[in-house]
């Protein structure tokens, strides 16, 4: 489908694409993958036209159709249907021919074309592509202009979907949408009848989509057969054979050495010697693998540890103005918490977290917060508002008032910009290198809570992996807002899902949402009708557990604040057992003290209530 015959292309005096050859075969949905800043959104607008090649060339089929999500959102009064429909142009402009055509042999050519493209199905599947990706059926007859980037260039995205070209572009298409925006175009397409190319950095998108990979490194670009796991494993092999016949090489080069330099001086030994030269200079230089760099993200601890809970939401309501989004939340945040929150965009994951974070005050209830609360809030909104102009050393001098140079610019390398990178202007870094220092400078005093709205956005592989790794080591609490699988799986032991107003436990793993966001976006796989399969099973049982009665919500959370009880018990009771709590601080030690009585009344109601609505849950079962 796609051939790259020794492409080259430089970026000023950086090569970023070097003599390299592929070819893409027709059909298969192949993923882009590459560090950040190795040249694949180059490599796209290659593709496009939009630059020339310094030598080289590709090559596609004749007629073949390439489509591509414009970097412009959509605008003006057109609907959101109108618009995905007049990416046809061809359907389009022979439906507009059609009004005004006389000539009955015109009219029966046009109306038999329309019949093969599927013209009169079309608004049918425009509709549910643009379902798929999170616009309801009133959202696709208001104009493009209501809705904001985000949300247009999903209508962008719903387009190129609908046209279904014949090799499709795709520039990290996930990173405007939710997680159930990227659950619905993961299978849509798996099911993609034309060639596809996309960059993304998410394995779990690669795995799910992909049967090819095609990876850009050092200029060089390699196509591996299989999905994203089965291209690690392979580097993984070819790194491990490389090495060993390096270390080979390098063993035959210094037995030679050794022996010129042994026998060279002496006559008898002159002939060998010389021989042993010319072997020398034939194995040449020891060949070793390009591996790439390994990424690191450092998380600073929270000084000083606050005893949990260290916030706590009763009946609490949060909006803007007079508008509620979020009503009777009921929260219990620990100091060592690792909280995923799921719902689509615009149910409120950002009212709550911004309601957690301090950044609105709640319309009723209450939030409770531990003092010296340290709360870090991180989202991609964010990267536009730090200044272009700055360093990243001058951004970390601000926050180090006091500190020496040597101390300044450590830091600023622990950030993950040493050398020349700490003294680079903001806007010459790239988005990954953005979002990277946006996440030091938010951490940067160790928070207790440290708040990701779409952590991953721009990072690519290494620095994703880097992060989960980060949080593992990390001793705070987490909340954690993406549409990325693998983070969510990694680094979340606590599911929370927001919808429908409120906010509640979801009662199942990953694999069960996914289920259970399909079933209700009427997505199917292509199996014969009846045919039952391991999602199906998965998805009934979601469907069941989330229609279980408000009674067994209530049971859950009675039963984590049971849980999180038995933890401050715990310590309080570890606390007034050390002889030095009192020997040291009498009146902290009667403190606790009191603490401790107060918690376990608190107890005893909890457990009480908990029996009432077990009793409640069986009498209704």
Known sequence: MLSLSALTYRLGPRLLIDNASAALPEGARCGLVGRNGCGKSTLFRLILGEIAPESGSFTLPRNARIGHVAQEAPGGPASLLD???????????????????????????????????????????????????????????????????????????????????????????????????????????????????????????????????????????????????????????????????????????????????????????AKQAQSRVKQLERLGPVATFAAEAEARLHLPDPETPLSPPIIRLDRAA?????????????????????????????NGKSTLVKLIAGRLEPLAGAVKRAAKLDIAYFAQHQLDELDAGETPVQLVRRRMPGAGEAQVRARTAQLGFPSEKADTPVARLSGGEKARLLLGLAAFHGPHLLI????????????????????????????????????????????????????????????DYEALVMSARGASDE???????????????????????????????????????????????????????????PGRAGQIAKDRAALAERIAAAEEEWLKVMAEIEGTA
Request: net charge negative; glycine share 6%.
């Open 83 to 269: 618009y995905v429909l007049a990416a046809d142009r061809e359907r389009t402009t022979l439906l507009a021919e059609a009004e005004g055509a006389t000539d009955p042999a015109r009219i029966a050519e046009i109306q038999t074309r329309l019949a093969d493209i599927g013209a009169h199905a079309a608004p049918a599947r425009a509709a549910a592509i643009l379902a798929g990706l999170g616009f309801s059926h009133e959202d696709q007859a208001r104009p493009c202009a209501d809705f904001s980037g985000g949300w247009r260039m999903r209508v962008s995205l719903a387009a190129m979907l609908f046209l279904e070209p014949d090799l499709l572009l795709l520039d990290e298409p996930t990173n405007y949408l939710d997680i159930e925006g990227a659950i619905w175009l993961k299978t849509h397409l798996r099911r993609y009848p034309h060639t596809l190319l996309v960059i993304s950095h998410d394995r779990d998108f690669l795995d799910a989509v992909c049967d090819h990979i095609l990876h850009l490194d050092h200029g060089k670009i390699t196509l591996y057969r299989g999905d994203y796991a089965n291209f690690a494993r392979q580097r993984a092999e070819k790194a491990l054979l490389a090495e060993k016949e390096a270390g080979k090489i390098a063993a035959r080069r210094a037995h030679l050495q050794a022996f010129i330099d042994r026998f060279k001086a002496k006559a008898s030994k």
């Open 318 to 346: 949060a909006g803007y103005g007079e508008r509620v989004v979020l009503r009777n939340l009921d929260l219990f945040i620990s100091d060592d918490d690792r909280i995923g929150l799921l719902g689509q965009n615009g």
């Open 452 to 511: 990701l709205d779409e952590p991953t956005n721009h990072l690519d592989i290494p620095m994703r992996d880097a992060l989960v790794e980060a949080l593992a080591e990390y001793k705070g609490a987490v909340i954690i807002v993406s549409h990325d699988r693998a983070i969510l799986d990694a680094a979340c032991d606590r599911l929370l899902l927001v919808a429908e107003g409120g906010v509640k436990t979801f009662d199942g793993d990953l694999d």
């Open 527 to 585: 199996r014969p009708r009846g045919a039952r399969t391991e999602p199906d099973t998965r998805r009934q049982a979601a469907e069941r557990r989330q229609n279980t009665k408000p009674l067994r919500e209530k049971a859950k959370f009675l039963e984590e604040q049971l849980e999180k009880y038995a933890v401050l018990l715990a310590r309080a009771d570890a606390a007034l057992a050390d002889p030095e709590t009192f020997a040291k601080s």
